[in-house]
């Protein structure tokens, strides 16, 4: 237990002595707040008027709760890439330059190293949450009350979306923990997670929720689980945002079982690379 | 409060793929004193170091630290201080918060990181990124990594490598006070000449194979060769002889094996004659310890003529 505190500790600092975890977090409450001021924009009236200009179709109007969960949820529609990114960086980086060799030699069980890690990811990557959330609550709730519309922050349901943001980074994190760990590469880590969310989800997500049976397979696409567990996603939402967006009727996951479904991936992950390359000859 | 701690490599070997890096290794590191473990570059001096400090799983024998593994040692970092690479720290992390995250990890209090960062002469550049330091500094940062749990054993990967001559000096006294003190200390390097004034016992391994292990005297006793010339050639072949000596004409006056220079310059003051040359062509330890570590093609043919080059370490002969 001592061996685990000391290890945690060590890792605490290891990321806090270099500058990649604030500008991480410069990041994450920019893109995420900006994000979620043109959502907040685009779901109030004056947005909507102005969607509909040109088209003559009425903007379909969204319940407040769901639009301010859609605000607010930015942080797991846009920023989950950054706590997946730190959770690749904090395994990888030891095999890039090469300190995985202190790392053992000063912690020769190499399971406890990996557990630190885990506590480590979990932590910052909840972190990064809150960060996330000031960004989008921080810019998104005055945008929807300048616009004269509700924020939605004393909702317990808002809550409620608020409090699983921060269980969906934290998981994130750990996703990117396994995935690094298991690569090895820090290249290779880095193009996987920028492709992954930023392309390959979310086309198959789209693709997916075309037809019922592969809806069925696609709610177990982290991105969808994802959406689950927080109870509010830009692409779970389409069909409310546009009805001509065609959607299959598969059950969604409960917020439970999305957690579970990250959980479960990342936990595989990470297994997998304790049994694999953390295992391996250090070079 | 030094506890003697042997690091002893037992029947070690170590195959990568198609590739033997170390065959049927065996020595002993003992408390007390410093062992060279020599060898050219891919001779299996890193491989053997690095599975001793369990970065590296054997594929037979074993290698332990006072009879454990390194992974079983309670505080590892206390018992053995190591520096392997240059090249294992994040060019954006300064030294000292290098060294504060493996202080952290085993247990090593804060204020230590600032001692060994004072021994080895790195305070003021320890606040800066190690992205900015060179070789050399690098170095010292893997020597203060290693001396940071005030280990009972040393093991430290070409710790000379990258050093100024100051460096050296200042290692080579740092290294044999740490073994007054009973500390094991055992070191690599691909030069016998960077570290013969340094160590006590050598190990010198090819091919992953070890071909010499003992004291450094031992390995400093090559054959002694002595050039020697008078105007009375006959006289002075018949006399060496006779004193049990081998000697060849080479061009350059006679070759003697099997008397030293004193015992060369009795037999002749015995025989009456004068001297025009008398020089010990020995060769030195440098090529003694090429000629064990050179591959079978080179192997170091007795030079033609009688006469090899003469080698920097060769004692200053004296011409009569």
């Not at chain 2, 390097?189 to 016992?201: A, I, P, Y």
């Amino acid at each position: 237990m001592t061996a685990l505190l000391r290890a945690t500790a060590s890792e605490f600092a290891k990321v806090f002595s270099l500058k990649s975890w604030w500008l991480l977090g410069l990041i994450i409450v920019v893109y995420v707040g900006l994000t979620a001021a043109a959502l907040a924009f685009f779901f109030s009236d004056i947005g909507s008027q102005l969607a509909g200009v040109g088209t003559g179709a009425p903007a379909p109007e969204l319940d407040p709760v769901v639009a301010a969960n859609l605000v607010y949820s930015s942080v797991t529609a846009v920023g989950l890439v950054i706590p997946l990114l730190f959770g690749a960086l904090l395994a990888t980086t030891e095999w890039r330059h090469g300190t995985l060799t202190p790392t053992v030699l000063a912690q020769p069980r190499r399971g406890i190293v990996l557990a630190a890690k885990g506590v480590v990811a979990a932590v910052m990557g909840a972190v990064y949450g809150v960060v996330g959330l000031i960004g989008s609550v921080g810019l998104g709730a005055p945008v929807l009350a300048a616009l004269g519309e509700p924020t939605a922050l004393d909702e317990p349901e808002v809550i409620g979306v608020l409090l699983r943001t921060l269980l969906a980074t934290a998981l994130w994190s750990l996703l990117g923990l396994g995935l690094g760990a298991l690569l090895t590469s820090q290249i290779a880590a880095i193009v996987i997670v920028l492709a992954f969310t930023q392309f390959v989800e979310p086309i198959l997500r789209l693709v997916a929720s075309v037809w019922e049976w592969s809806a069925s397979i696609g709610r177990f696409l982290p991105g969808s689980a994802t959406d689950a567990l927080v109870g509010a996603g830009i692409l779970s939402s389409l069909n409310a945002l546009d009805p001509s967006v065609p959607s299959a009727t598969v059950d969604a996951l409960t917020w439970w079982q999305g957690g579970l479904v990250l959980a479960a991936l990342a936990a595989v992950l990470i297994v997998a690379a304790s049994l694999t390359t953390m295992r391996r000859d250090v070079e | 409060m030094v506890t003697p701690t042997p690091l002893s490599i037992d029947s070690l070997t170590k195959v990568y793929g198609e590739v033997t890096a170390v065959r049927d290794v065996s020595f002993v590191a003992r408390p007390g004193r410093v062992t060279g473990f020599l060898g050219p570059n891919g001779a299996g001096k890193t491989s053997t170091l690095r599975i001793l400090l369990g970065l590296n799983r054997p594929t037979a024998g074993s290698a332990l630290i006072d009879g454990q593994r390194y992974r079983d040692l309670d505080a590892p970092m206390h018992r053995v201080g190591s520096s392997l690479s240059a090249d294992v720290f994040h060019p954006g992390r300064s030294g000292r918060n290098h060294l504060a995250t493996l202080a952290i990890a085993a247990g090593i209090s804060r204020a230590r990181v600032d001692t060994v960062l004072e021994m080895v002469g790195l305070a003021e550049a320890g606040r800066r990124a190690v992205g900015g330091y060179s070789l050399g500094m690098r170095q010292r940062l893997g020597l203060a990594s290693a001396l940071l749990g005030d280990p009972d054993a040393l093991v430290l990967d070409e710790p000379i490598n990258g050093l100024d001559p100051d460096g050296i000096r200042w290692m080579r006294s740092l290294l044999r006070s740490l073994a007054a003190e009973g500390r094991t200390v055992l070191l690599s390097s691909h030069v016998l000449s960077e570290v013969q004034q340094t160590v006590d016992d050598v190990v010198v391994i090819r091919h992953g194979r070890v071909v010499f292990d003992g004291e450094l005297s031992t390995l400093e006793a090559p054959t002694t060769r002595v050039r020697v010339d008078a105007a009375d050639r006959a006289a002075l072949t018949d006399a060496l002889t006779r004193a049990g000596a081998t000697v060849e004409l080479g061009s350059a006056g006679l070759a003697v094996l099997g008397l030293d220079v004193a015992r060369t310059g009795e037999v002749a003051r015995d025989a009456g004659l004068a001297l025009t040359h008398l020089s010990d062509e020995s060769d030195g330890l440098e090529s003694v310890f090429l000629a064990l570590t050179a591959d079978d093609v080179a192997a170091s043919p007795p030079p033609e003529g009688g006469w090899a080059p003469p080698s920097a370490a060769a004692a200053e002969g004296s011409a009569a």
